[in-house]
Structures are given as structure tokens and as C-alpha cells.
């Protein structure tokens, strides 16, 4: 790469100042140009995190089974049989976008970026993101939602606690590496409170009729990862490169 | 009276560049000529010279005022929101129309390239393979991006295949452990209102466009500015220089002008990026049956 000096040399070595380190680097949100900073007091979830435990089995918060329905209860099993059978039974060994919460879980850290009108997630696991609008509605049910493999997610504040509603998912993913399946009625509600600067505690409450008799929840912990630097993770079926 | 306008944005406390717009009845080059034809190749309704340059310069007035029904934020550093290239624009054309400076060995397998596909030949690469799809590939592509921020790091969410490309903004070169990969590693820096991202540790799996490779001595500068067009809309601007000297003469550069589409932040449920999953929908490699696929 050519350099070609100009004369506004002087211009860009006062930016490059002003863009330094500064004693406000550390107020919360200054990273963010001023229009896209949340209200002062907002909780600041930014940053790369990382499960303090990994989840391959999903059970609720007390460590039993979820409350399966007896149709939901008998693929469970199918697909318990298909992975013993063959690993490449679960949908995540053949790359396909994980679904939501799994994703969370995945044995991979994950980056929040948010502003004041939103919560993009990107988690390093195949290089996957998604969207949480903190001022757009979720689409409503009777909407012709197509559904996607993540589904549609919205955020809200419930006092300090980040609310992140998600709708709309296909089928086709597993809840977790056990096999825990769910149908397209699926409603995540991910509720993600600060304990402390450096750990999220995060609680998922699962409802869908076609799977489980009643909702459920279950609790996770994140943990900061301020020195991790998130790599490129990349999962290709079958791939010829 | 361009003047004017500058003075009248200056004290309104934006200092957004404004540009001319670029004329779409000029005579076009030999090197762009070929590109239209090659671009045409299979099209049932062949561009014209003028449609052709009307694409590239994003779009007509009423288009511009349907995409941009907000402004974006006044702020020359805040690319925060949703940008679009119309159309995509996947070539390696420099501003003044001229062809890339191909290496003779890089001009004739990007020839052999061009020539098989004309005879029915389907390419496949990184991108149709579901990889990711390099740099700049990704930014020829005609799907929006999202520029979001994180402490230390700026970020470009792209709608397709899910691509995120992140820039470290810490001021520290790439470790030296730094593995090659498909995006590279990406340090960035302000000068002035321009974002300036300099990426190198490509690994050499991606086309830079359909029918041109570069190795792993590949390095690409960004320089990314919001600028006024002379219709009073805005784009992102982005000076894409190119340095392989294992297949390019010299570096080399190409200009992309990504309007703001402040129109698709209300899709359904993501705030403008719809899901893109490349997985679901492998159409290349799906097509390879007929025994005519070339893996480059």
C-alpha cells in the first residue's frame, strides 16, 4: 500500500488525537457516537461473553425434564436414537443456522453491540447474527411469518433487565445437543440481568403448545471475555474447498 | 452554487462531502464495454450503456427519495443504519474505467474463466459454496449492511450469507499468530471523516469478483466516507485499493457508492437485515449434475 501524503496532514494527526484513548473512553456507551448512546443508567450489556458452564442437555431451573407433551415426548426419543445412530443426525452438524436459545449455548463466545435502538448478537459459532430491535414490535402471530431459522426477535427493558422476545423459528433446529425438539409455535423469552460488570445472569422461559403441556424456564450464566477476540468460524456441508 | 450548498451544510453542522453526480451518457470505455458484455451474457433483457452507468451511480431521483425517507444520522462518524449497493456491482473496474492491472498469468485465467462461462460452463466459488465471501467481494454484493459499533470495534453486518466482518479500532497491528481466513484480519482508523480499514491474513479460497483470484500476499485498504450526492441523498462511499503482487502489477482501486435505505429498517422483525441462510439454498454446487461445474 502507497501512502500519498496530503496537506491536511495536520487535519488527520488532529483526529487521530482526538480518536485516542481519553479519560471519557471509560463513561459507559462512549464508544458509540452520541446519537445512537442509550438514555444514562441504561444497563451496557456491549462486549464479547462466553456460558460459565456449557448446556448440552436443556432442563429447568430445578434439573428436571422438560414438561413434554406425549407426541413431543416420542421424537425427543426418535431423535435421541438418530444421534446414537448418527452424529450427523443433529441439524448443527450439518451447518445449518443454529436456532434460538441454543445458539446461545453453543461451546462458542459471542459479541453484543448495543445502541439505544437496538441488540445485534453476534455469536462466533459459523459466523451467525441476529437482530433485537428495542423499538420496532415483534410481528405479530397472525402475521404470514415465514419462518427462519432464528426467527424474529424484539427487545425490551423490564427495569434493568434486557427482554429479548423471539418468535417465528422453523422446526428444524434442535433445542440442544440432546436432540430436545420443538415446533414452529416455539416463543423464547431470553431475560438478561448484569450481575456486577462481568457476569450476565440469563433466564429462558420456553413456551409452545405443540411441545410442552405448559411454559418452562431454566438459568444461565455468561461470563466477560475482555481479552478474547472473536475469530472467524466458518461450518460448510459436504464442502469442496 | 454548489459552493453554497457546502457553506449552507458546513453551518448547519454537517460536513458530509458532496460529490457531482456521475453523468450516465458518457461514451463508455473499452475495459467497461467488456464488462457490460460480459454482464449481459444470459440476460433476457440486455442493459444499456446508460441503464448500466445508472445503476452504478444508485439510482434515480424518485428512487433515491423512496430509500431514503429519513436521513441518516448528521453525525460524519456515525454510519449507524442500512446501506445498499443497487444491484450489486461484482467487477474489478478502476474509476477511470480502466481494467485491473492483471499480471499476464492472472489476465489469462481470468480470460479462460469469462470464455468457459460463456460456453455454459456454471463457476462456482467461496461465496456460492457458502463460505464467506472475501473482501471486497462482500462489498460488491447487492444485498444491504448494517454498520452497528462495540467498544473497540466497528462492525459491517451483512444481509447476505451472514456475513460479519469485524474492525478492530484498538490502533494494534494483527498479532502475529493471526491465522489466514476468508474476511482477513481488519484494523481500522479515523482520518478525518473517513474510516480507514486496512485487512491482510486472507487466506487465497475467495474470488475478487466472478473470474479473478488473488493469493494470501493479498492486502485491501477501505476508506469509507458518507458523502451528499448532488440530489441531496446520502451514500457511503468506499475507495477499495487492492494490493497482490503475485497477481496484479500494482495496486490498484475501485470506487463503491452505497445509498442509505433508511426505507428497509422496518422489515419485518430485523430492522432491515432479513435472514440470509446460504445453507438452505446451496444453487451452484445443486446445479453441478450437469458435469460443467469448474471449481476454481
Known amino acids: 500500500m502507497k501512502f500519498v501524503f496530503k496537506p491536511v496532514l495536520f487535519a488527520v494527526t488532529a483526529a487521530i488525537l482526538a480518536s485516542g484513548v481519553s479519560a471519557a473512553d471509560s463513561e459507559p456507551f462512549s464508544f458509540l457516537p452520541a446519537a445512537q448512546r442509550p438514555a444514562p443508567g441504561t444497563p451496557d450489556f456491549n462486549g464479547k461473553w462466553a456460558m460459565a458452564a456449557p448446556i448440552r442437555v436443556l432442563k429447568t431451573a430445578d434439573g428436571k425434564e422438560p414438561p413434554l407433551l406425549p407426541a413431543a415426548k416420542a421424537k425427543y426419543a426418535a431423535n435421541q436414537a438418530a444421534l446414537k445412530a448418527n452424529p450427523k443426525s443433529d441439524p448443527n452438524a450439518n451447518c445449518w443456522i443454529q436456532g434460538v436459545p441454543r445458539i446461545t449455548y453453543a461451546p462458542y463466545p459471542m459479541l453484543i453491540s448495543q445502541d439505544k435502538d437496538r441488540v445485534n448478537l453476534v455469536y462466533e459459532t459459523n459466523h451467525t447474527f441476529r437482530i433485537a430491535s428495542l423499538h420496532r414490535p415483534l410481528p405479530k402471530w397472525d402475521d404470514a411469518l415465514d419462518p427462519h431459522w432464528l426467527g424474529y426477535s424484539a427487545a425490551h427493558w423490564d427495569g434493568k433487565t434486557l427482554v429479548i422476545d423471539t418468535i417465528g423459528q422453523n422446526d428444524k433446529t434442535w433445542l440442544d445437543y440432546s436432540g430436545l425438539p420443538h415446533s414452529e409455535k416455539l416463543r423464547v423469552q431470553e431475560r438478561y440481568t448484569l450481575d456486577g460488570p462481568d457476569r450476565i445472569n440469563g433466564e429462558l422461559t420456553l413456551t409452545d403448545p405443540e411441545t410442552f403441556s405448559q411454559p418452562w424456564s431454566t438459568r444461565f450464566t455468561l461470563v466477560r471475555q475482555p481479552g478474547y477476540d472473536l475469530k472467524e468460524n466458518v461450518c460448510v456441508r459436504d464442502h469442496k474447498m | ?296
Not at chain 2, 431521483?61 to 423512496?66: D, F, T, V
Not at chain 2, 461484482?90 to 460456453?119: M, R, S, Y
Open chain 2, 1 to 296: 452554487m454548489r459552493r453554497l450548498l457546502v457553506l449552507a451544510l458546513v453551518a448547519a453542522g454537517l460536513t458530509t462531502a458532496v460529490v457531482a453526480q456521475e453523468s450516465t451518457t458518457r461514451k463508455l470505455t473499452p475495459a467497461e464495454q467488456a464488462q457490460l458484455d460480459t454482464d449481459n451474457k444470459g440476460r433476457a433483457t440486455p442493459m444499456t450503456a446508460e441503464q448500466w452507468l445508472a445503476r452504478r451511480r444508485g439510482g434515480d431521483q424518485a428512487q433515491r427519495k423512496s430509500w431514503e425517507p429519513t436521513p441518516p444520522p448528521a453525525d460524519p462518524r456515525d454510519f449507524t443504519g442500512l446501506w445498499q449497493l443497487p444491484g450489486g456491482n461484482i467487477n474489478l473496474l478502476q474509476e477511470n474505467g480502466e481494467g485491473a492491472p492483471f499480471t499476464p498469468e492472472e489476465a489469462k485465467k481470468t480470460q479462460q474463466l469469462i470464455d468457459a462461462e460463456a460456453q455454459g460452463a456454471v463457476l462456482t466459488d467461496a461465496a456460492s459454496q457458502c463460505f464467506p465471501h472475501g473482501v471486497p467481494r462482500l462489498s460488491f454484493a447487492p444485498y444491504p449492511i448494517r454498520f452497528a459499533y462495540a467498544p473497540g470495534l466497528i462492525l459491517i453486518l451483512h444481509e447476505v450469507a451472514h456475513n460479519v466482518r469485524i474492525i478492530r479500532m484498538d490502533g494494534k497491528p494483527a498479532p502475529k499468530d493471526t491465522p489466514q481466513s476468508f474476511l482477513g484480519y481488519s484494523v481500522g482508523h479515523w482520518e478525518g471523516n473517513t474510516l480507514v480499514v486496512e485487512t491482510s491474513h486472507f487466506n487465497d479460497k475467495t474470488p475478487l469478483d466472478f473470474h479473478s483470484s488473488h493469493g494470501t500476499k493479498l492486502k485491501v485498504t477501505e476508506r469509507f466516507e458518507k458523502q451528499k450526492t448532488s440530489m441531496g441523498y446520502t451514500d457511503l462511499v468506499v475507495h477499495i485499493t487492492i494490493d497482490d503482487p503475485d497477481h496484479f502489477t500494482k495496486p490498484f482501486t475501485v470506487l463503491r457508492r452505497w445509498p442509505y435505505r433508511s426505507d428497509m429498517e422496518a422489515t419485518l422483525g430485523s430492522d432491515g437485515l432479513q435472514e440470509y441462510s446460504c445453507e438452505e439454498n446451496n444453487r451452484n454446487v445443486e446445479m453441478s449434475s450437469d458435469g460443467k461445474v469448474i471449481i476454481k
